[in-house]
């Protein structure tokens, strides 16, 4: 049975940072594409990073430059580390998974075959 299951989410002052953990079974992380949405209350659920089947990674922008993705193929694993954190950050973190996602916008959530289900992580003013 497929499982994405993510933890590592918490209550962090904003300038902190965490690391989240999306930890895969039932797929091999190193052979699909695995990425991070977020969805704060009352709003859409929005991309926050994805690496793809060839290694590349894309962030939103309000991820860019503060948050990495990346995996552990033995653990078969992937993690967001989130630096910087700002009370806007505030949200339950999901981590997608899905098959070749090449020709398609990965910033659709409905484009994502997978969903784990999810860890809220809290920033403080």
């Known amino acids: 049975q497929l499982q994405l299951v993510e933890s590592g989410g918490d209550l962090v002052q904003a300038g902190g940072s965490l690391r989240l953990s999306c930890a895969a079974s039932?797929?091999?992380?190193?052979?699909?594409?695995v990425g991070w949405f977020r969805q704060a209350p009352e709003k859409e659920r929005e991309f926050v990073a994805a690496v793809r089947l060839s290694g590349d990674k894309t962030y939103s922008t309000s991820a860019t430059g503060r948050f990495i993705i990346s995996g552990d193929d033995a653990k078969n694993t992937v993690y967001l580390l989130m630096n910087r954190l700002k009370p806007d950050d505030t949200a339950t973190y999901y981590c997608?998974?899905?098959?070749?996602?090449?020709?398609?916008?990965?910033?659709?959530?409905?484009?994502?075959?997978?969903w784990g289900q999810g860890t809220q992580v809290t920033v403080s003013s």
């Open positions: 039932g797929l091999t992380v190193s052979k699909s594409t």
């Open positions: 997608a998974a899905s098959g070749d996602l090449s020709h398609v916008d990965l910033g659709s959530a409905r484009n994502w075959d997978y």
